[in-house]
T-cell receptor
Framework: DTGVSQDPRHKITKRGQNVTFRCDPISEHNRLYWYRQTLGQGPEFLTYFQNEAQLEKSRLLSDRFSAERPKGSFSTLEIQRTEQGDSAMYLC?????????????FGEGSRLTVL | AQSVAQPEDQVNVAEGNPLTVKCTYSVSGNPYLFWYVQYPNRGLQFLLKYITGDNLVKGSYGFEAEFNKSQTSFHLKKPSALVSDSALYFCAVRPDSNYQLIWGAGTKLIIKP
């Protein structure tokens, strides 16, 4: 399978714990995106990388959220001191483009449940 | 504020009938327009996009969409619905190359046999 892969697919944690999600994009893609999706809503943009550089981060994103893409390949999204409001599906997407007009390729998502 | 509206939370269509899922947007300039589909417990899949050119664009699984600049709409259509088309459909707009995608809230499409 050469698509976008995310791990873990499901994570249940207690409030206050830290969690980390991993995303492996399509290998030749230079752009990587993280989104959050809650039931009945469209995806909410979190952050975006071009190669290893984090170029944009949502102003609505709490400081408890951090993302890295150290070698311009896989990326991790860490949530510190989780809260029940963090429960959502975390989606990763990638693309290869120079003009920013192309489509995104999404992974299956990582579902987080905070108890 | 820039926004995307999908006015119908749910659309019900009988199998074999034509379907339309509506999308309107409020953004400045000449945006790039996209449709994605999400099956239960799955990620989003790209269906089609409009960048420039012919107002009718064709995409995956027999879907097409019509761009109407005067009405700022980008409705998704299919001539003959299949039960397997039942899913959640999202319209997304990129105002220009410097902006992230703005997403609609989604429309649940139910195709009944």
């Amino acid at each position: 399978d050469t698509g976008v892969s995310q791990d873990p697919r499901h994570k249940i944690t207690k409030r206050g714990q830290n969690v980390t999600f991993r995303c492996d994009p399509i290998s030749e893609h230079n752009r990587l995106y993280w989104y959050r999706q809650t039931l009945g809503q469209g995806p909410e943009f979190l952050t975006y990388f071009q190669n290893e550089a984090q170029l944009e981060k949502s102003r609505l994103l709490s400081d408890r959220f951090s993302a890295e893409r150290p070698k311009g390949s896989f990326s991790t999204l860490e949530i510190q001191r989780t809260e029940q409001g963090d429960s959502a599906m975390y989606l990763c997407a990638s693309s290869f483009e120079k003009t920013n007009t192309g489509e995104l390729f999404f992974g299956e998502g990582s579902r987080l449940t905070v108890l | 504020a820039q926004s995307v509206a999908q006015p119908e939370d749910q659309v019900n269509v009988a199998e074999g009938n034509p379907l339309t899922v509506k999308c309107t947007y409020s953004v400045s300039g000449n945006p790039y327009l996209f449709w994605y589909v999400q099956y239960p417990n799955r990620g989003l899949q790209f269906l089609l996009k409009y960048i420039t050119g012919d107002n009718l664009v064709k995409g995956s699984y027999g879907f097409e969409a019509e761009f109407n600049k005067s009405q700022t709409s980008f409705h998704l259509k299919k001539p003959s619905a299949l039960v397997s088309d039942s899913a959640l459909y999202f319209c997304a707009v990129r105002p220009d190359s410097n902006y992230q995608l703005i997403w609609g809230a989604g429309t649940k499409l139910i195709i009944k046999p």
